[in-house]
T-cell receptor, first 118, second 112 residues
Framework: DGGITQSPKYLFRKEGQNVTLSCEQNLNHDAMYWYRQDPGQGLRLIYYSQIVNDFQKGDIAEGYSVSREKKESFPLTVTSAQKNPTAFYLC?????????????????FGAGSRLTVL | QKEVEQDPGPLSVPEGAIVSLNCTYSNSAFQYFMWYRQYSRKGPELLMYTYSSGNKEDGRFTAQVDKSSKYISLFIRDSQPSDSATYLCAMSATQGAQKLVFGQGTRLTINP
């Protein structure tokens, strides 16, 4: 089945450590996204990538880094510079083909990774 | 002021009730409107979408957009316990998903 796989599902980190969240998709989608979800805040865009080897900052990119070396993979690193990293992180993907077919911004999400800083 | 406001709830209703979920927004350029449903500890999934103003119906779900009032609604008829989830509105001015703005989400519980 096609979909997005995020790992790990739960992650604990000590202050001052960098951690990397994995996101892999087998949907052949061109674009991939990272969102952060906090209670009462909705989803906020961290980074997005429309093609391999290219990515753009979203609304809350500070303290995060990404890479897009392969179409299928878009890992997110939460660095020690992120002041409040405890959150639920969601990876998503989309395709221009889906946009044209649906006429809408169709995002497919992974199941999320919950990061807790101890 | 947030671009998109959504009452976070929680909202609890009996099974079979009609549920109304709402979002208001401030950016008059928004013209693509979506509703995502998110079950506990899962990622959101697209439920419905509309372009510009008007109504759209899909089974027990109806999405309504009133651009003059900058207000969108999702109605659920004959609500079921399986509808218990968090509902997120999302909108954008362009068709590209990178410009989506999400509401805070409303947590809904349907009681048997």
């Amino acid at each position: 089945d096609g979909g997005i796989t995020q790992s790990p599902k739960y992650l604990f980190r000590k202050e001052g450590q960098n951690v990397t969240l994995s996101c892999e998709q087998n949907l052949n989608h061109d674009a991939m996204y990272w969102y952060r979800q906090d209670p009462g805040q909705g989803l906020r865009l961290i980074y997005y990538s429309q093609i391999v080897n290219d990515f753009q900052k979203g609304d809350i990119a500070e303290g995060y880094s990404v890479s897009r070396e392969k179409k299928e993979s878009f890992p997110l690193t939460v660095t020690s510079a992120q002041k409040n990293p405890t959150a639920f992180y969601l990876c998503a993907s989309s395709s221009p083909v889906l946009f044209r077919a649906a006429g809408a911004n169709v995002l497919t999400f992974g199941a999320g990774s919950r990061l807790t800083v101890l | 002021q947030k671009e998109v406001e959504q009452d976070p709830g929680p909202l609890s209703v009996p099974e079979g009730a009609i549920v109304s979920l709402n979002c208001t927004y401030s950016n008059s350029a928004f013209q693509y409107f979506m509703w995502y449903r998110q079950y506990s500890r899962k990622g959101p999934e697209l439920l419905m979408y509309t372009y510009s103003s008007g109504n759209k119906e899909d089974g027990r779900f109806t999405a309504q957009v009133d651009k003059s009032s900058k207000y969108i609604s999702l109605f659920i008829r004959d609500s079921q316990p399986s509808d218990s989830a968090t509902y997120l509105c999302a909108m954008s001015a362009t068709q590209g998903a990178q410009k989506l703005v999400f509401g805070q989400g409303t947590r809904l519980t349907i009681n048997p």
